[in-house]
């Protein structure tokens, strides 16, 4: 039965081979690496043929037919086909598929997020402190930085009502629907890396400050993202195996929004962009607590907005629900990390070892390497199955080679080489002379120079050692504090600057194993 789900994606990945661009698999590896690709380029006849053999393989052998069911949330993304696929090949998280299509819940201490022993360990330690239930409620007034963006913000919000992602109503229909689960969030918006005035914006909703919504999501399972020593593991195995390697980047659109969240809980991440429904409970909240005056309860009174306390104009207002995962709520990295993972074991299924390939994932950035003399083979199988499941890939950003930067670090499979693009390099070199220069250098200012050669030292391990002088002199004082630089300091900030002029790579070699007597 493996073989035959096997057969059938490979028969369509050759099927679509005179098709694609170039007219071969290896011209149309090319054509992808090089950016020029902004749509599928597998002919979508081929893809919905495939998509069919499947479901009559997985039928016929007892394992579901791979399409929707009653109750399941309307997606893009095939989810029942990608469930029944990995129930078909044995995996030991393909029940997480039924959550995935009809919605997942956000956490709370009175609904747990589930555990999945067979492939996560536990997590024990989490940055929040577990928050009181009563503390949700307390709904938070909007940053400054979202007035700044508005117009962005409600096109982008409309753009999301239209892909399923949000929802509108207005706060009296809110308060009767939700009750007291209701929470409005602050929120805030950012432009995306590299947009300028007008450009993209990247909306942040504060699950954390005022509402205390994250303070009540514990993530049970310890999921693990790539970072430079395990990129570093990678490059020295594949020095070991040899051969030819070529690797393609590629980019999620919106993996986050992919997971549905169940309408009962949608109320918990709601937001306003214009409205005064936070200002109206803080000020109902103040009056509570004058009420109260001395009394000798320790909890401070938990405000709950009623209709009555707001005006007619107020009860107008328009509040955007999220019903899917929201960036700025804890639990919408965990629920995607299992869709994630999920979907990166069913391509090595499907790959099998005759294909095998090395693949790894950072949330949304996928990075996957080709090896053998027939590389291309793998690396189109891999992109092909993420194209029968209809992931949505923003294609303009597939990229690849045996060069190019990843999650701010900079590849080289060519020579097992890992490091820092010459760009970033170049910064911090500068930045280093210049606190040097000056003799004198802002204790906040150090500590967040300290976070940017903190990611450096990650591929460039040497420099690591230097870096404990820094954190101690950063700790000397308050942030504001600009005290003069004593002399180590200043020897030490030279040195980084002189060494990041002339090394930006290290070599990825494998370690020394022991061998026994």
Not at 327 to 337: D, E, K, N, Q, T
Request: with cysteine; proline share 4%.
């Amino acid at each position: 039965m493996a073989q035959a789900l096997q057969e059938a994606f490979r028969k369509g990945l050759m099927d679509s081979a005179d098709r694609l661009p170039g007219g071969n698999l290896k011209s149309a590896l090319l054509e992808l690496a090089s950016g020029k690709v902004t749509q599928s380029p597998f002919p979508q006849e081929i893809v919905d043929r495939v998509r069919v053999d499947l479901r009559l393989i997985l039928k016929r052998f007892g394992f579901g037919d791979g399409l929707p069911r009653e109750g399941d949330v309307e997606q893009d993304t095939e989810v029942r086909l990608i469930q029944d696929l990995l129930r078909a090949f044995q995996d030991p998280d393909y029940f997480f598929g039924d959550w995935w299509a009809k919605g997942v819940w956000i956490g709370s201490p009175q609904r747990r997020l589930p555990r999945i022993p067979a492939l996560y360990e536990r997590k024990t330690k989490w940055a929040l402190g577990e928050g009181n239930p009563d503390l949700h409620g307390e709904w938070s007034t909007n940053y400054s930085s979202l007035k700044e963006h508005e117009q962005k913000v409600l096109e982008q919000y409309r753009a999301e009502i239209e892909g399923g992602f949000m929802t509108v109503t207005i706060l009296r229909e809110a308060i009767e629907r939700f009750g007291d689960s209701l929470l409005i969030a602050a929120t805030g918006a950012i432009a995306k890396k590299g947009q300028g005035p007008g450009g993209d914006i990247r909306v942040i909703y504060d699950g954390t400050h005022g509402i205390f919504l994250n303070h009540g999501i514990r993530i049970r399972d310890q999921v693990r993202f790539p970072t430079a020593p395990d990129i570093k593991a990678v490059l020295a195995e594949m020095a070991e195996e040899g051969g030819p390697h070529f690797f393609l980047v590629y980019d999620v659109k919106k993996a986050h929004r992919r997971i549905p969240v169940l309408p009962s809980e949608w109320g918990r991440q709601a937001c306003q962009v214009r409205g005064s429904a936070a200002a109206t409970l803080q000020a109902r909240k103040a009056r509570l607590e004058a009420e109260a005056g001395s009394s000798s309860s320790k909890d401070p009174p938990r405000a709950s907005l009623r209709k009555s306390d707001c005006s007619e104009k107020e009860l107008e207002e328009d509040v955007y629900v999220n019903c899917v995962g929201t960036f700025g709520v804890s639990s919408a990295g965990y629920w995607w990390g299992r869709a994630g993972g999920s979907i990166i074991r069913l391509t090595h299924y499907v790959l099998g070892h005759a294909e095998a390939l090395w693949a790894l994932l950072y949330s949304d950035d996928g990075k996957i390497t080709g090896r053998t003399e027939h590389y291309e083979r793998g690396l189109l199988l891999h992109i092909f199955v993420l194209v029968v499941i209809n992931l949505p890939i923003s294609w303009k950003k597939v990229k690849g080679g045996t060069q190019t930067e990843w999650i701010g670090y900079w590849l080289d499979v060519g020579r097992f080489e890992l490091g820092i693009s010459e760009s970033r390099a170049a910064w911090a070199s500068r930045w280093l002379t210049d606190k040097a220069t000056e003799g004198r250098v802002g204790l906040g200012e150090l500590r967040e120079g300290l976070g940017r050669l903190q990611f450096i030292a990650g591929p460039l391990e040497f420099l690591r050692r230097f870096l404990g002088p820094l954190y101690a002199w950063s700790a000397a004082g308050p942030k504001y504090a600009q005290p003069r630089l004593p002399t180590l300091i200043v020897l030490i900030l030279k040195f980084l600057a002189a060494e990041l002029k002339e090394v930006r790579m290290t070599a990825c070699e494998k370690r020394a194993s022991h061998k026994g007597e």
